[in-house]
């Protein structure tokens, strides 16, 4: 039995392991995180396609029981007006609109489903370097210990070990310009927002939110910002996110400054970044998926969506070819729509960082419904939601299709 050596257990991790388990292989997953985090990565969008992958997977009504079924986002104004109504999955289609959750109740969701396959998982395993040889490939981790296997698979996030080793020329993460900065609040009297998100483009950044049936507010922000040190944004103490949020957003419409007085628990600060192309996404026995090779911001809400397509595309090339035939056609499937997608963010970028001017900030509010109308309607990123993985079967021993 073929064994993979799997180097991240977050969103992608755990799909890979579950993929490749049911294609006879022996999987091993690795987290550098001693332990779960509660509200880790706060939330995300889930996408129509990612819930695709995840029905595969047997575990989308699981996630769907806790989740804010999110079809449209409203956007809005400095002042509150209304700019537009946009889709959040296939135009015309809300049964099938994508979903926001709580990032790690995606995680465990996975986790849950790797630990009933009964799937390993080490955690406090961070990797530090990676060893080929002609049959096998090894993990050294830093606390010491070491692991082997047939391949190693990266699901090792933007700042990837596994990006670096398959290519140590390969391009680094970009700063988009902006940071994403959130949590969760409470407002006494603020409904529930059903069905929908909320976008404002603030006088002076950008804004979101939506209302749980709990009244619990999930909201973000994208404050324009030069690229901060991660260890810097990690320990940026709370009273001083906030305050520079408060007064960023203090002259925006209801209930954006409300929220901000209501934040509960803890915020998180992340730089968003963008890798537009990486070259190489494989070498020898080892093969990096998700944002260790195409990282997107947050702004198209495909990350994870994104990173479940390369784990069931990964499955199904190994399953109908060894490797390293496997890698290269994975990342020949794999690679044009990715690095669509990262470019369809970085578009959506530009909007969101803060005009110069009060005469930019207003031609941007007038010309917004006239770029975004009939966007209900319009169809032509329907594609971006309707993509779909076959799940082909597996081989069996003699050569035959083997039926699940």
Known sequence: MPKALIIGGGVVGPAMALFLQRDGWEVELFESRREPDAFGGLFLNVATNGLAVLETLGVRERLLSDAHHCPYMHMRGARGQLLATVPNGPAGEPERGSAVVRREWLNLVLREAAEAAQIPTRWGARLERIEEGPDAVTAHFADGTSAVGDILIGCDGVGSVTRRWIDPHAPEPRCAGLLSVGGFARVEGLQPTPDAQTMVFGEHGFFGYLVREDGTV???????????????????????????????????????????????GAVGAYGVYELTHVPSWHRGRVVALGDAVHATSPSAGQGASLALEDAATLAQCLRTGGFPDAFVRYQQRRQPRAEKVVAYAASINRNKRVPRTRLTRWLRDAMLPVFLRGAMTDTRNNDLYNYVVADEPAPSPDGHPRRR
């Open 218 to 264: 999930y909201w973000f922000a994208n404050p324009t910002h030069e690229e901060i040190d991660r260890e810097a944004l990690r320990t940026w103490p709370r009273d001083e996110i906030l305050a520079e949020l408060r007064d960023a957003h203090r002259n925006d419409p209801y209930p954006v400054p409300q929220i901000l007085d209501g934040v509960v």
